[in-house]
DNA sequence: CGCACCCTTGATATCTTTCAAGTCAGGTGG
DNA sequence: CCACCTGACTTGAAAGATATCAAGGGTGCG
């Protein structure tokens, strides 16, 4: 059985904006099927085009490249609500690979039936545009976080942005989320090496300010963690649920 | 006067995806002007939204952004061909700001009328999708390089990049190209200190692989230089032109 | 028990930044 | 014409940050 978009439970967090109940109806009715996929499965390929695009609606994952060294550069951490595949849905091929953390739920969506979305529903199409561009201000910033900062700001900065994606869908509770990433893939995100990755963490818990450990995110001081991680403002900017 | 639509001279470089004489009529609907700036001028700014967008016919010109600290982020240098706008279009305000590095002409369209271009031609709104995952890549490229490389290679594949977007544009002449940017710029937008970035810049020169100075980027072993910046293909995939 | 995977820690090597000076060309006013 | 200034580029030496190498510890699991 399908959770209809109507009732759909994300709709709910101030994080999204607004959907009209006929863009509800839409949705649902470009919504093809609803999975559920076991940690560590590969949703989407570099390189590859996909028949389906996808909706997070419960579990978190990775967006990441292979570079030609063997080397990984994660560019982004999943959580409910984002949007997989528009890559492969208007430029033809994934750029990234996409694979997941955790269980993960999701929104099947026919690759096929895209054109038609900007069609009979311009509004969507907007959204859609309006998702790219999200992203894109996301990957500037953290262009500008890893190009020009110290590993502690790195770190700070990264797990605020966790923590404040984490909360914004319910994630969060009495300081605590779950967050079934590896050392490794904070490092792959960072461009830092896993040792001196670890050593920074570290840092963080002896200052009290934050421990991440055993899949556990804990924020201790959260002021003290977006001060180091030079991020500002707590208001999350609403962007669509597509 | 304006330049037509339909006669636009960079629909003729392959780098940008055909476009139908029905859309190149639609877009002249679309455009309301054409300006000529002058180096170093503001086109948009950070934080703010913007009445018009535009594209770029002439010059070259810098994305970036400030830093809380006073740094700066260059994210990517345009040419012409590039969209300006499109965060401030559907999110409300740009996430960076904009100026030019020489003189430059534009087309202008109105930000109003950039839901009427969704629902009256839907095409054109797959594409303006298109243009925003396309720029999603080349952050996500960036990143990487950024993020995991050492000096002589984050510098090697900014000349290898910059080289090709110039020729693809008709800029380059005998293995050179007039590239007004600042090794400052440079720096910015690897995440290297200006001394730095000037030794590396040295670094190539010195091995015949390619010298920019004075305003000039000649490369002298195109092939070297993309092996030691890891990029690879010399395929430049299309994009859209809006 | 042995193995695999992940986290942790110390010592050393490497790269990059910072600091400090110096060059060079263009522009300006005496 | 020259003195002076400014912006951009160049270079060397020392300080700082991060990577790499190496080894050990913990946990879950067949």
Redesign the interface.
């Known amino acids: 059985m399908l959770t209809s978009c109507r009732f759909c439970p994300l709709r709910s967090y101030p994080v999204f904006a607004p959907m009209s109940s006929a863009e509800a109806d839409f949705m649902e009715s470009f919504k093809v099927d609803e999975i559920s996929v076991p940690p560590n499965t590969t949703l989407l390929t570099e390189g590859y085009g996909s028949e389906h695009l996808f909706t997070v609606l419960e579990g978190v994952g990775l967006r990441f490249?292979l570079?030609?060294?063997g080397?990984r550069?994660v560019?982004n951490f999943l959580f409910p609500g984002d949007f997989l595949g528009?890559?492969a849905?208007?430029?033809g091929e994934m750029?990234?690979s996409v694979t997941t953390s955790s269980a993960m739920r999701l929104c099947v969506f026919r690759r096929s039936q895209?054109?038609s979305l900007?069609?009979e529903f311009?509004?969507r199409?907007?959204d859609?545009?309006?998702v790219?561009?999200?992203?894109?201000?996301f990957?500037?910033?953290?262009?500008?976080q890893?190009?020009?900062s110290t590993a502690l700001t790195r770190v700070s900065w990264a797990l605020a942005k966790l923590y404040r994606r984490a909360r914004a869908v319910g994630m969060v509770e009495e300081g605590a989320c779950r967050l079934p990433f590896r050392q490794r893939d904070l490092a792959d995100a960072?461009?830092l090496s896993l040792v001196h990755t670890n050593k920074t963490l570290a840092r963080l818990r002896i200052l009290k300010v934050a421990s991440w450990s055993g899949d556990w995110l804990r924020v201790h001081d959260f002021e003290t963690l977006a001060r180091l991680g030079?991020v500002?403002g707590d208001l999350t900017?609403q962007r669509p649920l597509i």
Chains 1, 2 share one sequence.
């Open positions: 490249k570079l030609p060294d080397r550069q560019l528009l890559q849905g208007v430029m750029k990234h895209l054109m900007f069609r311009p509004e199409g907007f859609l545009t309006w790219g561009a999200v992203e894109e201000h990957l500037g910033e953290a262009l500008a890893i190009g020009q960072l461009g030079q500002e900017e």
